[in-house]
C-alpha cells in the first residue's frame, strides 16, 4: 500500500435534528461528543489516518449551513480538504464531486474510502485491517467495494447485502465475498430471517474503489451526473464550478444510483463493531446500560428508581431524574427534551411544533 494515494472521503452533510436540542446548526452532530470524549468528526478522521499515505489529506463534503461549525472545530488541529455543497443533493452527487476532485489532486489510480461522520466502530485496529484489505481488493480487482456488517439483531433501518460467493481472506482473517443482492430497510420479520440465515450483512454505507473505476460506474449508471461530472473537472473543481454543479445536478443516492445497478460489487465483511448514530436510541448501544435498563451519558445526573430511561447532560447543570420509566432526557444548559422514548419516532414532528415558540437559536 506504500504507493498508493489513499483518499478518505469524509460524508458529514446534515445537522442531525433528530439529536436536538444537542445538535443545531450552529453546532451539528458530527461536532458533538457523543461516541466519547472526542468529537464525532475527530473519531472518524483518527480512524481513517492508519490506512493514508503521508501527502494525502481527509476530504470533508459538507453543507454550508455546518461548515463553518467543522471547520471551527478541526483547524489548527487537522489537515483537511473540503467540497461545500450550496444545497444538499443526497450522496450520489457527493461522491461524484469528491472523484473529480481525487483525480484532479491524486490522479485516477488513486483510491477513495467514503465513510460517513456519524458512525461508531470499535475496535478500531480491526476496522483499519478491514479497511486496508478493502483498499487491496478494489485496487487489485476494479470492484467496488462496500463494508458489510454481521447483524447482531433484527435490525429495520438499515439496508442488507445478500452475499453470494466467498472470494478471499486477508491474512488478519478479513473475508470478502460477491455481493448478490443489496436489499431496501426490511419489516421486522424480513429481518429476523435475514439474521437467522447468516447470509446476510448490513450496509453500512461504507464504502472503498479506485477513483477511475467510479468515475467508470458514473460514466455506465448516471450518464446525465457524469456530463456534470466533465464540466466540474473542466473547470477544476474551482467554488463556481462546484456550485453551478450542484444545481444542476440529480438529487440521488449511491446507493440507488450505482451500488444496486453495479456489477462487480464486493463485499468486506467487517469484523467490528459498528453503529449508525442517527438518532438517540443509539446512545444505549453505545454507551451500555445498567441492570434495570437506564443509559446515563454526561456529568452531575442523579437517578433513580428509574426503568429504560436514557439521561444525556451535555452541560454544567445537575440533572435529576427519578421514578419513571421509558422516557428520554436531555439537558444542553440552554434547552432540555423530556420525551417518552415511544415518541422519539416522531421527534421531528415535535420539533417542528417548537420552533413556533422557542427561539431561533435553539435550531
Same mark, same amino acid.
Given at each position: 500500500?506504500?504507493?498508493?494515494?489513499?483518499?478518505?472521503?469524509?460524508?458529514?452533510?446534515?445537522?442531525?435534528?433528530?439529536?436536538?436540542?444537542?445538535?443545531?446548526?450552529?453546532?451539528?452532530?458530527?461536532?458533538?461528543?457523543?461516541? $466519547?470524549?472526542?468529537?464525532?468528526?475527530?473519531?472518524?478522521?483518527?480512524?481513517? $489516518?492508519?490506512?493514508?499515505?503521508?501527502? =494525502?489529506?481527509?476530504?470533508?463534503?459538507?453543507?454550508?449551513?455546518?461548515?463553518?461549525?467543522?471547520?471551527?472545530?478541526?483547524?489548527?488541529?487537522?489537515?483537511?480538504?473540503?467540497?461545500?455543497?450550496?444545497?444538499?443533493?443526497?450522496?450520489?452527487?457527493?461522491?461524484?464531486?469528491?472523484?473529480?476532485?481525487?483525480?484532479?489532486?491524486?490522479?485516477?489510480?488513486?483510491?477513495?474510502?467514503?465513510?460517513?461522520?456519524?458512525?461508531?466502530?470499535?475496535?478500531?485496529?480491526?476496522?483499519?485491517?478491514?479497511?486496508?484489505?478493502?483498499?487491496?481488493?478494489?485496487?487489485?480487482?476494479?470492484?467496488?467495494?462496500?463494508?458489510?456488517?454481521?447483524?447482531?439483531?433484527?435490525?429495520?433501518?438499515?439496508?442488507?447485502?445478500?452475499?453470494?460467493?466467498?472470494?478471499?481472506?486477508? =491474512?488478519?482473517?478479513?473475508?470478502?465475498?460477491?455481493?448478490?443482492?443489496?436489499?431496501?430497510?426490511?419489516?421486522?420479520?424480513?429481518?429476523?430471517?435475514?439474521?437467522?440465515?447468516?447470509?446476510?450483512?448490513?450496509?453500512?454505507?461504507?464504502?472503498?474503489?479506485?477513483?477511475?473505476?467510479?468515475?467508470?460506474?458514473?460514466?455506465?449508471?448516471?450518464?446525465?451526473?457524469?456530463?456534470?461530472?466533465?464540466?466540474?473537472?473542466?473547470?477544476?473543481? $474551482?467554488?463556481?464550478?462546484?456550485?453551478?454543479?450542484?444545481?444542476?445536478?440529480?438529487?440521488?443516492?449511491?446507493?440507488?444510483?450505482?451500488?444496486?445497478?453495479?456489477?462487480?460489487?464486493?463485499?468486506?465483511?467487517?469484523?467490528?463493531?459498528?453503529?449508525?448514530?442517527?438518532?438517540?436510541?443509539?446512545?444505549?448501544?453505545?454507551?451500555?446500560?445498567?441492570?434495570?435498563?437506564?443509559?446515563?451519558?454526561?456529568?452531575?445526573?442523579?437517578?433513580?428508581?428509574?426503568?429504560?430511561?436514557?439521561?444525556?447532560?451535555?452541560?454544567?447543570?445537575?440533572?435529576?431524574?427519578?421514578?419513571? =420509566?421509558?422516557?428520554?432526557?436531555?439537558?444542553?444548559?440552554?434547552?432540555?427534551?423530556?420525551? $417518552?422514548?415511544?415518541?422519539?419516532?416522531?421527534?421531528?414532528?415535535?420539533?417542528?411544533?417548537?420552533?413556533?415558540?422557542?427561539?431561533?437559536?435553539?435550531?
Amino acid at each position: 500500500m506504500d504507493n498508493l494515494r489513499v483518499i478518505p472521503i469524509i460524508l458529514a452533510g446534515g445537522i442531525g435534528e433528530r439529536f436536538w436540542p444537542a445538535s443545531r446548526s450552529s453546532r451539528p452532530k458530527q461536532v458533538l461528543p457523543l461516541i $466519547s470524549e472526542k468529537l464525532m468528526i475527530e473519531e472518524t478522521i483518527e480512524r481513517l $489516518s492508519p490506512i493514508c499515505g503521508h501527502t =494525502e489529506k481527509p476530504l470533508i463534503v459538507t453543507g454550508e449551513k455546518i461548515a463553518a461549525s467543522i471547520n471551527e472545530c478541526l483547524v489548527g488541529k487537522y489537515e483537511y480538504d473540503a467540497i461545500i455543497e450550496p444545497v444538499a443533493k443526497n450522496t450520489a452527487p457527493a461522491v461524484a464531486a469528491a472523484a473529480i476532485w481525487c483525480k484532479k489532486h491524486y490522479g485516477e489510480d488513486s483510491v477513495m474510502v467514503v465513510v460517513s461522520a456519524d458512525h461508531a466502530i470499535r475496535p478500531v485496529e480491526k476496522f483499519v485491517c478491514a479497511a486496508k484489505y478493502g483498499v487491496e481488493t478494489a485496487r487489485a480487482e476494479n470492484t467496488l467495494v462496500v463494508f458489510g456488517i454481521t447483524p447482531s439483531r433484527p435490525e429495520t433501518g438499515y439496508g442488507y447485502i445478500r452475499l453470494g460467493r466467498e472470494k478471499g481472506k486477508s =491474512e488478519e482473517g478479513v473475508m470478502s465475498f460477491c455481493v448478490d443482492k443489496f436489499i431496501e430497510k426490511p419489516n421486522l420479520e424480513q429481518a429476523m430471517g435475514y439474521l437467522e440465515s447468516g447470509k446476510y450483512l448490513w450496509n453500512s454505507g461504507s464504502f472503498i474503489w479506485k477513483t477511475k473505476t467510479v468515475i467508470e460506474q458514473f460514466k455506465e449508471h448516471m450518464p446525465q451526473l457524469y456530463a456534470d461530472m466533465l464540466l466540474l473537472e473542466e473547470k477544476n473543481c $474551482s467554488k463556481d464550478a462546484i456550485d453551478k454543479f450542484y444545481a444542476n445536478c440529480i438529487k440521488e443516492s449511491i446507493d440507488f444510483g450505482i451500488m444496486e445497478k453495479a456489477q462487480n460489487v464486493s463485499a468486506v465483511a467487517g469484523d467490528f463493531e459498528w453503529d449508525d448514530i442517527g438518532a438517540w436510541e443509539a446512545m444505549p448501544r453505545i454507551h451500555g446500560k445498567d441492570k434495570d435498563g437506564n443509559t446515563n451519558v454526561g456529568k452531575n445526573i442523579f437517578s433513580a428508581d428509574n426503568k429504560d430511561c436514557v439521561v444525556v447532560a451535555q452541560s454544567d447543570s445537575c440533572v435529576a431524574v427519578i421514578g419513571v =420509566e421509558n422516557i428520554l432526557v436531555v439537558n444542553t444548559g440552554d434547552a432540555t427534551l423530556v420525551i $417518552s422514548r415511544d415518541k422519539l419516532p416522531y421527534l421531528k414532528d415535535y420539533i417542528a411544533e417548537t420552533k413556533k415558540i422557542f427561539p431561533k437559536e435553539l435550531y
